[in-house]
């Protein structure tokens, strides 16, 4: 049997005809760099996130660097963010000038944890960026408390949940602004780079518009400094056509994360837990073994792929050795660099590719 760690062709297969026409609609009408594609996927994102606005940027990086431009931050600001993310996260809060600020993550939830969030607030802090990752909402209520008492704004970094929700409540619907990305691997991919930032105030909406197009509501007048990070109109055109599978795409991947848990349930690993209240997406499926690497290693010489995200923590990555941090500093995150790792999954997945790889994750244990 054959598995892929993402199978992006069987996606494409499933949805070939209705793919072909959009492109091709773009192509006839040269509306290459926003237009009318670009605009009825905001309007369709929008709507699913259950926001007044979507803006398309060119990835999840612009729309975080985006975001943050538009919240003004700047130089002197401290943004705290979750120790166990990609580093785009951080490496956003830096382009728009601030200083990440990192807090380690809830063994349980693997997301940022509320009680050292509490304590990483200072008078500086102007922004909170949860990471809802693997498809996992971060413990928004907590999150949301606290900004709102320390009068903090909160971005979410939404770039592995889109269609997940807490208590009801979209991701990317929670905070003040969240960025997506859709990058073609996310469970909402793009063909190419692209990404999105949804908020509900007017305000910022009109600056990130701006921001993305050199700054400029109207042509050759620019009010801010702003950047080239506009959509792309094939980009606008799959996403729109994908948006309308993204509900069923979301419930195969949990029908794959429910299976992996019940066939793994007896051996000695830690698996992602559910939980009554959160919908989870699943953009990865994570399980924790001290015995990480021979298992990837066995895995891998059976046939089996499988991932780490992510291997090195941004606090022990050279890119952020001015932020001065140790081994050490973050426990949690260090030790589920150390044992993490993220099994097949992506919606076309059947049950009995889950039931092979579960087969050798079960054989490596004996
Ligand atoms: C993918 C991702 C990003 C960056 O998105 P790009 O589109 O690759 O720039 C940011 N944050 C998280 C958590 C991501 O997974």
């Known amino acids: 049997m054959e598995i892929k760690y993402l199978d992006l062709q069987a996606n494409y297969q499933s949805i070939k005809s209705e793919i072909d026409e959009a492109i091709h609609k773009v192509l006839d009408s040269s509306a290459y760099v926003l237009g009318p594609a670009v605009n009825e996927f905001e309007s369709a994102f929008a709507e699913y996130c259950g926001?007044?606005?979507?803006?398309?940027?060119?990835?999840?990086?612009?729309?975080?660097?985006?975001?943050?431009?538009?919240?003004?931050?700047?130089?002197?600001?401290?943004?705290?963010?979750a120790a166990n993310t990609f580093i785009a996260t951080a490496a956003a809060i830096e382009h728009a000038g601030g200083r990440p600020v990192l807090v380690d993550v809830d063994p349980e939830t693997r997301n940022m944890d509320p009680v050292l969030l509490k304590m990483a607030i200072t008078s500086r802090t102007?922004?909170?960026?949860?990471?809802?990752?693997?498809?996992?909402?971060?413990?928004?209520?907590?999150?949301?408390?606290?900004?709102?008492?320390?009068?903090?704004?909160?971005?979410?970094?939404?770039?592995?949940?889109h269609g997940a929700r807490y208590k009801g409540k979209k991701a990317g619907a929670i905070g003040r602004i969240a960025a997506f990305s859709f990058y073609p691997?996310?469970?909402?991919?793009?063909?190419?780079?692209?990404?999105?930032?949804t908020t509900d105030d007017p305000e910022l909406d009109r600056r990130v518009r701006m921001l993305r197009d050199h700054g400029s509501d109207k042509k050759y007048v620019h009010d801010l400094l702003g950047y080239n990070a506009r959509m792309e109109g094939i980009q606008g055109a799959v996403?729109?056509?994908?948006?309308?599978?993204?509900?069923?795409?979301?419930?195969?991947?949990?029908?794959?994360?429910?299976l992996y848990n019940q066939l793994l349930a007896d051996l000695p690993i830690k698996l992602?837990?559910?939980?009554?209240?959160?919908?989870?997406?699943?953009?990865?499926?994570?399980?924790?073994?001290?015995?990480r690497d021979q298992l990837q290693k066995y895995l891998g010489e059976h046939g089996v792929p499988s991932l780490i995200h992510y291997p090195i923590p941004i606090?022990?990555?050279?890119?952020?050795?001015?932020?001065?941090?140790?081994?050490?500093?973050?426990?949690i995150t260090e030790k589920l660099a150390d044992e993490i790792l993220s099994l097949p999954i992506y919606p076309e997945m059947s049950d009995e590719q889950v039931t092979f790889v579960a087969e050798k994750v079960k054989a490596f244990f004996g």
């Open 272 to 291: 992602p837990n559910f939980e009554d209240d959160i919908d989870q997406v699943f953009h990865l499926y994570v399980i924790e073994t001290e015995q």
């Open 126 to 161: 102007r922004a909170i960026i949860p990471v809802h990752l693997y498809g996992r909402p971060a413990d928004m209520d907590p999150i949301m408390q606290l900004a709102t008492r320390h009068d903090i704004v909160v971005l979410e970094d939404a770039a592995q949940a």
């Open 315 to 331: 606090h022990r990555q050279k890119a952020f050795d001015h932020l001065d941090h140790r081994a050490g500093d973050f426990p």
């Open 185 to 197: 691997g996310k469970n909402l991919g793009a063909y190419g780079e692209a990404g999105a930032v």
């Open 51 to 81: 926001t007044k606005f979507a803006i398309g940027v060119n990835s999840g990086t612009s729309a975080l660097t985006l975001a943050l431009k538009a919240l003004g931050v700047g130089p002197g600001d401290e943004v705290i963010t």
């Open 239 to 258: 996403l729109k056509i994908k948006l309308a599978h993204l509900d069923r795409w979301n419930a195969e991947r949990n029908r794959v994360a429910r």
